[in-house]
Every structure is written in C-alpha cells, then in structure tokens.
C-alpha cells in the first residue's frame, strides 16, 4: 500500500521560508517521479514543482520559478519543497503525488498516491 506523508507546513511572514517533505512508502520510490502541487480554497489543485525519479529533472511553475527548490533523497524515500520568498498568494493547502504516467508533470491526470496535504499560510 503506497502512502504519501506531508510535513512542515505552517504559519510564515511574507518574505519568509519553509521546507516541506513527503515521506514515502509502499513502493519502490526511486524510480518515481514525484510532484507538489497545491489548492487554495475556491481554486482548482495546480501544479507547483515536479522532480524525476533520479532527482537530475524538475521542472516549476512560472509563479515559483526562483523561490521553491524541489529535491529528493531516495535514501530516505522523501521529496522536498524548499520554498523562499513567500508570498501571501502561496497560501495553499500543498499536496505531493507519485506520477504514474509518462505525460506531462503538470496535469493531476498524471498523478496517483496523493498525501493528505498540508497547510501553507502566508501573512502579509
């Protein structure tokens, strides 16, 4: 049974950090490519970070492009999501997801093994 573990969510500042994590298990994980994706309330779920199984891949969002940072220790079976100069329009409930088809990263179509989320809120 895969299972998808979110973590470090929380209340920040704008201008401020946070590293989230996605704790796998239940499958091999290295060989998945993985990606965050994020829903704020009234707002469809989007895309904001994909990575490759091997970690050398990734790929953004035009709106965090230069502020998150994916990465992956497959050792440790987790996904990162190192998020810089916050805004209060990342405020979002964030989502990591297996991607289980060889279409693009950032369609939800192409994910499974979604984790129960959680919470970004920015403050201005």
């Known amino acids: 049974q895969v299972q998808l573990v979110e973590s470090g969510g929380g209340l920040v500042q704008a201008g401020g950090s946070l590293r989230l994590s996605c704790a796998a298990s239940?499958?091999?994980?290295?060989?998945?490519?993985m990606g965050w994706f994020r829903q704020a309330p009234g707002k469809d779920r989007e895309f904001v970070a994909g990575?490759?199984?091997?970690?050398?891949?990734?790929f953004y969002a035009g709106s965090v492009k230069g502020r998150f940072t994916i990465s992956r220790d497959n050792t440790k079976n987790t996904v990162y999501l190192q998020m810089n100069s916050l805004k209060p329009e990342d405020t979002a409930v964030y989502y990591c997801?297996?991607?289980?088809?060889?279409?693009?990263?950032?369609?939800?179509?192409?994910?499974?093994?979604w984790g129960q989320g959680t919470q970004v809120t920015v403050s201005s």
């Open positions: 997801a297996v991607k289980v088809s060889s279409g693009s990263y950032y369609y939800t179509l192409n994910y499974a093994y």
């Open positions: 239940g499958r091999t994980f290295s060989s998945d490519a």
């Open positions: 990575i490759s199984g091997s970690g050398g891949i990734t």
